[in-house]
C-alpha cells in the first residue's frame, strides 16, 4: 500500500505535563516513523496552518482531553466544522480544518487522536496513566498513516 | 427578582475568566465586571531555576506571544548577567519582535475584531466569523492568512521554530541571519504593505460609518503607558517608558528598570489577576491603559513614513490629546502593523544585521535585572531577583493584558450599562460585551499562565447576589 502524504500536528502546552502530550506523541512519531511522516509540534493551531496542512492527504491532530469522559483514547475522523471563539486565537481542529477547505478549496483526510490528561500542574513529565496511553496513540497514528498494521 | 444571565464557553480549565453583570429588579444592568479566576504559577515555579533558564521557560506562558516573553526574559538576563548585547543582537531582536507583532496584529484583526467590523455587532454568528469573511472575501482572507504567516516565518528563520523560538540568549542571540535569509523576507513586502493598508481603509471606512458607536461605546478617560524612543518616537523594542495623563499631561519618563518606583498592583477580591496603577496617584486614579491605544497616545510621532502618516490621521481624532474610545484600539493596531513592517524593511537594510558579531561575554553578575519589550497587547516587564550563584529568588512578570485590566473591566461595565437589558435579552447585547474586551485583545492565558485558551462566563445576578442564567459559548471537546 502506497504511503500517503501525512502531517501529525501535536499542540497544548508542555509546561502544564499531561498538556503536553501532543508534543510527546509528535517526538515519538519522529522517533518510529522517521522522515516518513512530518511533524509539526505547537503550543496552539492558527489560521497560518491552513496554508501548511492544505496539501496533505492526511492531517492528525494529537491532543490531551481534559474533562470528564471513559476512553483514555479517542480517535476520530473529522469533519471541517467552523467554531467561532470569542476571543481567544485558539483555533480547534475542525475549525482549521473548515478554514482549509474556504480558503484553499482543499480538505484532506483528518482525524484528532485526543489522550486523557490526569495532571495538569506546572511541569513537564507526563503523568503515568497518560503516558501509557500516549505510546497506544503513536502505534493508532502509525496505522492511520499506513506506516503499520 | 432580578435576572441571571451567564455566558459561559465550556473550558479547559473552570473559570479563568468570567463576566458577571448584576440587574435590578427592572432588569436594568446596575454593575459589571470582568474577573479573572485563573492562578498565576509561572513567578513560584521558577524560583530555584537559573536565571538563564528563562527565555526558554517563560515563553510557555502563551502560544500567542512566546516571543514578546521570550525577548523580554533575554533583556532581563542581559542585566542580571551584566553584559550589553552587540549592536547586530539587538537589530536581530528586534527584527523577531516586528516578526511577532505583525502576525499577532495580523491576527486579531482578520480573525476576532474582523467578524464584528465587516458583519456588525448584530449579525447571525453564523456568518459573524472568520469563515463569514473568507467566503465574502476570499482575496482578504487569503492575504491575511499570509501576513500572519510572513510574520511567523521571521521567527522561524530566527529562531528555529515559529512558536516558543531558541534564539536570544543572555549577552545577544545564537544564530546570525543570512543573506538569503534576509532577501526571502524581503520579497514581497511591498505587497504586504499593501494588504496592511487596505485594512487600514476598512477600519476607517467603518469609523467613518459607525461614528455614533464609536464615540460611546467604551469611551473613558484613563492614563496611557508605553515605551517611547528618545524623540518620543513609538518604540516596541528598546527606549524609556512614558505615562501620560487623560489630558495628555505627562507624569512620567522613567527607565524600565525603576518601574517599582511608579506602577504599583491593586488587588480586588473579585480576581486574581492585580490592577496595576501610577503610585503617585493611587488606585484607581492612576489606573492607566497600554497596547496600540496607550502607545500612540504616548507617542509623539512614528518613525517610518507610511505608519506616520497614519499616526497623524489618529492624533486628529482628538486634536492632539489622547484618543479615549476602547473601539479605536482596532485602527491603532493596524496603525502599528504597518510600523511594524516598515521598520522589518529597515532592519533588514541595516549592513549590521548580517554582522557575525552577535554575543558579548564576560559580564559581572548582578544581584537582579529587568527587562521590558512592548508586546503586541502592551508593556511587559520581566524582573528576576537572583543569589550569588545565579539562582532565582524572585520573579515578577507584569503582563501586558495585566496593565488593562482595570480599563477592561470598566469597559465590559460601560457596555453592560449601555446595552443590556435583562428582561429582553439578545446575542448581540451579549456580542457587545465581548466586543468590548475583544478591543483590547486579551490574552489571559498569558497573565493567567493557563493551558493555552481563554474560558470565559457571562453570570447575571439579581440585586440579592442570586445566579440566573449561563449561556455556553465554546463546546468542550
Known sequence: MALSHTIVIGYGNFHRQDDGVGHYIVQEVERQAGESIDTVCCHQLGIEQSETIKDYDIVIFADAYVGHREEDLKVASLEATFTQSAFTHHLKPDSLLALTQNIFQKTPKAYIVSVKGYDFDFGTDLSTRTQKWADIAVKKILELSGISK | ?477
Open chain 2, 1 to 477: 427578582m432580578g435576572k441571571k444571565i451567564a455566558i459561559e464557553p465550556v473550558t479547559r480549565i473552570e473559570g479563568h475568566a468570567r463576566v458577571t453583570i448584576h440587574v435590578d429588579d427592572d432588569g436594568k444592568v446596575e454593575n459589571a465586571y470582568l474577573h479573572i479566576d485563573q492562578f498565576r504559577g509561572f513567578e513560584k515555579f521558577s524560583e530555584g531555576r537559573m536565571y538563564y533558564e528563562m527565555p526558554q521557560i517563560t515563553p510557555r506562558i502563551c502560544g500567542i506571544c512566546p516571543v514578546s516573553h521570550h525577548l523580554g526574559s533575554a533583556k532581563a538576563c542581559d542585566a542580571v548577567s551584566g553584559i550589553e548585547p552587540p549592536r547586530t543582537a539587538s537589530l536581530l531582536r528586534e527584527l523577531m519582535h516586528m516578526g511577532q507583532t505583525i502576525q499577532s496584529h495580523a491576527m486579531h484583526f482578520f480573525h476576532l475584531a474582523g467578524p464584528d467590523l465587516l458583519f456588525s455587532f448584530d449579525a447571525d454568528p453564523k456568518i459573524r466569523n472568520v469563515i463569514g469573511i473568507v467566503q465574502v472575501n476570499p482575496t482578504l482572507a487569503t492575504k491575511a492568512v499570509m501576513l500572519r504567516k510572513f510574520g511567523q516565518e521571521i521567527i522561524k528563520t530566527l529562531g528555529g521554530k515559529k512558536i516558543h523560538p531558541v534564539f536570544a540568549v543572555a549577552g545577544g542571540v545564537n544564530n546570525v541571519l543570512t543573506e538569503e535569509e534576509r532577501d526571502t523576507i524581503l520579497k514581497d513586502m511591498d505587497e504586504h504593505i499593501a494588504f496592511i493598508q487596505q485594512g487600514i481603509e476598512i477600519a476607517k471606512r467603518w469609523v467613518r460609518d459607525n461614528m455614533e458607536t464609536v464615540e460611546t461605546f467604551a469611551v473613558f478617560p484613563t492614563g496611557y503607558m508605553g515605551l517611547v524612543k528618545e524623540d518620543g518616537a513609538l518604540e516596541l523594542y528598546e527606549g524609556k517608558i512614558r505615562l501620560i495623563g487623560p489630558e495628555g499631561e505627562p507624569w512620567e519618563l522613567f527607565d524600565p528598570s525603576d518601574y517599582l518606583e511608579y506602577i504599583g498592583e491593586h488587588v480586588e477580591d473579585w480576581s486574581y489577576l492585580k490592577f496595576p496603577f501610577y503610585k503617585k496617584l493611587g488606585y484607581p486614579d492612576g489606573v492607566y491603559r497600554v497596547g496600540p491605544l496607550g502607545r500612540l497616545n504616548v507617542a509623539d510621532k512614528i518613525s517610518t513614513p507610511l505608519a506616520n502618516e497614519e499616526f497623524k490621521n489618529f492624533k486628529a481624532i482628538n486634536e492632539g490629546k489622547p484618543v479615549e474610545g476602547s473601539l479605536w484600539y482596532h485602527y491603532a493596531r493596524l496603525i502599528e502593523t504597518l510600523y511594524a513592517m516598515e521598520r522589518v524593511k529597515e532592519l533588514l537594510d541595516d549592513p549590521d544585521i548580517l554582522s557575525n558579531d552577535i554575543r558579548a561575554y564576560g559580564g559581572e553578575l548582578q544581584s537582579e535585572g529587568v527587562g521590558c519589550v512592548e508586546a503586541p497587547r502592551g508593556t511587559l516587564l520581566h524582573h528576576y531577583k537572583v543569589d550569588e550563584g545565579g539562582k532565582l529568588l524572585k520573579v515578577n512578570l507584569i503582563i501586558a493584558t495585566g496593565h488593562n485590566n482595570w480599563a477592561m473591566s470598566k469597559s465590559v461595565d460601560d457596555v453592560a450599562k449601555q446595552y443590556v437589558d435583562g428582561n429582553n435579552l439578545t446575542e448581540g447585547m451579549l456580542n457587545r460585551v465581548e466586543v468590548a474586551i475583544r478591543a483590547y485583545d486579551p490574552c489571559l492565558s498569558c497573565s493567567t499562565h493557563a493551558l493555552g485558551k481563554m474560558p470565559i462566563i457571562l453570570e447575571m445576578y439579581d440585586k440579592d447576589g442570586n445566579l440566573l442564567d449561563q449561556i455556553t459559548r465554546d463546546s468542550k471537546e
